[in-house]
């Protein structure tokens, strides 16, 4: 089985920063994509930045978030980072991990349990 586990999340002003992190665990033969996601309460999920690992700095962002956000990955230790800078109010979501993975013949969309990111004053 795969796991992927969140950290990084909590409590920041308004102009503040934090890095999330996200780390794939179990049997894992490849990863490709790996992304985050987040939900506010009432709201959809949606996509804030997926990164590929077909070539490096193949990243795609939201429209909100670009120029704020930056996402990266290490493949040594299948873990993804998300770096956000000039946190607003309205970045406050559930933030969710996810990996397209393959841990046998084919690849899965695996979740995280998601963390929480406040941003208030």
């Known amino acids: 089985q795969v796991q992927l586990v969140e950290s990084g999340g909590g409590l920041v002003q308004p102009g503040g920063s934090l890095r999330l992190s996200c780390a794939a665990s179990?049997?894992?033969?490849?990863?490709?994509?790996m992304g985050w996601y987040r939900q506010a309460p009432g709201k959809q999920r949606e996509l804030v930045a997926i990164?590929?690992?077909?070539?490096?700095?193949?990243?795609n962002y939201a429209d909100s978030v670009k120029g704020r956000f930056t996402i990266s990955r290490d493949n040594a230790k299948n873990t993804v980072y998300l770096e956000m800078n000039s946190l607003k109010p309205e970045d406050t979501a559930v933030y969710y991990c996810n990996g397209m993975i393959r841990s046998g013949t084919y690849y899965n969309t695996y979740w995280g349990q998601g963390t929480q990111v406040t941003v208030s004053s």
């Open positions: 990164i590929r690992s077909v070539s490096v700095g193949s990243a």
């Open positions: 179990g049997t894992i033969f490849d990863i490709n994509a």
